[in-house]
């Protein structure tokens, strides 16, 4: 079973305070989770080889480290999920960009698919994937599916806040796939909303409600 991460660097753990906080504006919740997103890019990319290559630096020679293996994916469960990659992205620039359109059917709370798109080549790069939320964990569950099929290998899954009800679902259906969060809270609520949480990530990301 791959392992679950909390990051609790203590400005992750701030700046999420700052954002469950009921009254924070759109223009902070949205400021705040690109500046969230750094940190947390920063931990999920934390073991990625290096290899030594030779550069000319204005004194002399020297072997010195770059990023070495697989190239990076970043797949962003639509909406929210753009919330996260866009901050990923200022610190990864050159990765490529996967979307998966899901949203939850309220009533259900499953996934239902309405658009996909990722690069060819997946089997050869590292995937993460990436919603704010892992909650009930069927739109994780379903979005990994659908890029496994797609071909990807190699996956990790990014979130901001866990349930431990998704946190089970999620690594029973894909048991080799690392979770990173920020925060593990207490439960669900019976309409599928985490609880202590931050409300509905992607109404307060882009000021929908
Ligand atoms: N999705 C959200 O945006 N918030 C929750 O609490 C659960 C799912």
């Known amino acids: 079973m791959a392992e679950t991460t909390v990051v609790d660097h203590p400005l992750v753990r ?4 700052l954002m469950r906080e009921v009254d924070a504006s759109t223009a902070r919740f949205r400021q705040l989770l690109r500046e969230i997103s750094l940190l947390l890019a920063y931990e999920v990319t934390r073991d990625l080889p290096v290899e030594l290559v030779e550069i000319e630096t204005p004194l002399t020679r020297m072997m010195a480290p770059k990023l070495a293996g697989k190239k990076l994916v970043f797949a962003s469960i639509l909406r929210a999920g753009n919330g996260l990659v866009d901050g990923m992205l200022d610190l990864v620039p050159s990765a490529r960009v996967a979307h ?19 690069p060819a080549d997946l089997s050869e790069r590292l995937v993460i994937v990436v919603d704010p939320m892992l909650a009930t964990g069927n739109s994780a569950v379903d979005a990994v599916s659908e890029l496994k099929d797609a071909g990807a290998k190699d996956l990790r899954f990014l979130c901001l806040l866990a349930a431990p009800e998704g946190l089970a679902r999620f690594a029973n259906a894909h048991p080799d796939v690392p979770v990173f969060t920020a925060s593990i809270d207490e439960r669900l609520n019976e309409h599928g909303y985490i609880v202590p949480g931050l409300g509905d990530a992607g109404d307060r990301l882009y000021g929908t409600k």
């Open 14 to 17: 701030h700046k999420l305070t």
């Open 100 to 118: 998966v359109g899901l949203y939850r059917d309220h009533e259900t709370l499953q996934p239902v698919r309405y658009f996909f798109k990722a």
